[in-house]
């Protein structure tokens, strides 16, 4: 197994964890992974700037968070499609994944327009459409799974502290928990073997000491 068919299988396998924290059933539910990704390409857009009437700087922080979110979503319906699993991946996707990351890179705009248009055409996740979006601002995988660890232990977080009951503060201090992840993360070793639970810990203690009765 190479290492990105590593890296897929450990993310196939958080992916399925956090799935099974939304709904134990999640496979039958028939949730519409395809019209996230391309609400999520919208985001994406505005992050990285597209208004010709006004000036805008793009946030390239937030562009690569919308990217892994994205990818949550894409690996969900990889999962669900019987195209990966803990421990495998399909060998065209996994075809797909490393022609992409060796791919001319293109426009970002159009990539991801390209992403939303085939994702809503087929209502499924076409992995070559995504890699081209990660080429073209450009991302390398090791970046994506390193994020994508990071996102998939906040969205746990998120979880466990209210997210589905709508309990879930996302603004701590008035800054979004995805700044929060960032800051926290760029302080961590995220090649220790315990990069997640220390992320997980990390959140926690912010989260829990932004809370108004802490600071009463």
């Not at 700037?49 to 892994?68: A, C, H, N, T």
């Not at 992403?115 to 459409?129: K, Q, S, Y």
């Not at 080429?135 to 090791?142: K, N, Q, T």
């Not at 970046?143 to 977080?157: A, D």
Request: hydrophobic content about 45%; glycine content about 6%.
């Amino acid at each position: 197994m190479n290492a990105i068919a590593m890296r897929m299988a450990v993310m196939a396998e958080l992916q399925e964890a956090h799935n099974a924290q939304v709904h134990a059933d999640w496979r039958t539910q028939r949730y519409a992974y395809y019209r996230a990704v391309w609400v999520e390409c919208a985001e994406l857009l505005d992050h990285y700037g597209w208004k010709w009437w006004k000036r805008q700087e793009s946030d390239l922080d937030q562009v690569r968070l919308e990217i892994v979110d994205i990818w949550h979503f894409g690996l969900s319906e990889l999962l669900r499609g019987n195209r990966l699993g803990a421990g495998w991946v399909d060998p065209e996707v996994l075809a797909a994944i490393e022609q992409g990351l060796d791919a001319e890179p293109g426009d970002l705009r159009s990539a991801v327009e390209a992403l939303a248009e085939r994702t809503l055409a087929t209502r499924d996740f076409p992995v070559d459409a995504f890699m081209a979006v990660m080429r073209a601002l450009p991302m390398d995988f090791e970046e994506l799974y390193r994020h994508y660890v990071g996102k998939n232990v906040l969205n746990q977080f998120r979880q466990d502290h209210g997210y589905k009951a709508g309990t879930y503060r996302k603004l701590w201090a008035g800054v979004e928990d995805n700044v929060h992840l960032m800051e926290l993360a760029a302080a961590l070793d995220d090649a220790s073997a315990d990069y997640a639970d220390a992320l997980y810990g990390a959140l926690k203690q912010r989260y829990e000491s932004s809370l108004p009765s802490a600071a009463s």
